[in-house]
């Protein structure tokens, strides 16, 4: 599966993005798909998740600002950003994998290409 992330941009703190991932293939419903970002001087840290089957886990540090979701018609994951904050400000990444363990970047199997989020205060 192919993965393209957009949605990405400038925004002030407090304020609110949407990120979209699309992707390519007829088997995107089976996969688990991740979210995960990057800040300048870090490791890539999980974000949010989502299942096959609906099923959603969250890092504590965006619990009840962040909602993802999947829409399998569309071939789309999405990741609505509320009450953002400048410690938010990374390159996001989309990921896909069948594996059960979601929060754990090396068990994607396949990564978009990121989009930059920058939140200023």
């Known amino acids: 599966v192919q993965l393209q992330a957009s949605g990405g941009g400038l925004v002030q703190a407090g304020g609110s993005l949407r990120l979209s991932c699309a992707a390519s293939?007829?088997?995107?419903?089976?996969?688990?798909m991740g979210w995960f970002r990057q800040a300048p001087g870090k490791e890539r840290e999980f974000v949010a998740a989502i299942r096959w089957n609906g099923g959603t886990n969250y890092a504590e540090s965006v619990k009840g600002r962040f909602t993802i979701s999947r829409d399998n018609a569309k071939n789309t994951v999405y990741l609505q950003m509320n009450s953002l904050k400048p410690e938010d400000t990374a390159v996001y990444y989309c990921a896909a994998t069948r594996r059960w363990e979601v929060s754990t970047s090396a068990l994607y199997d396949h990564w978009g290409q990121g989009t930059q989020v920058t939140v200023s205060s």
């Open positions: 293939g007829r088997t995107f419903s089976s996969y688990n």
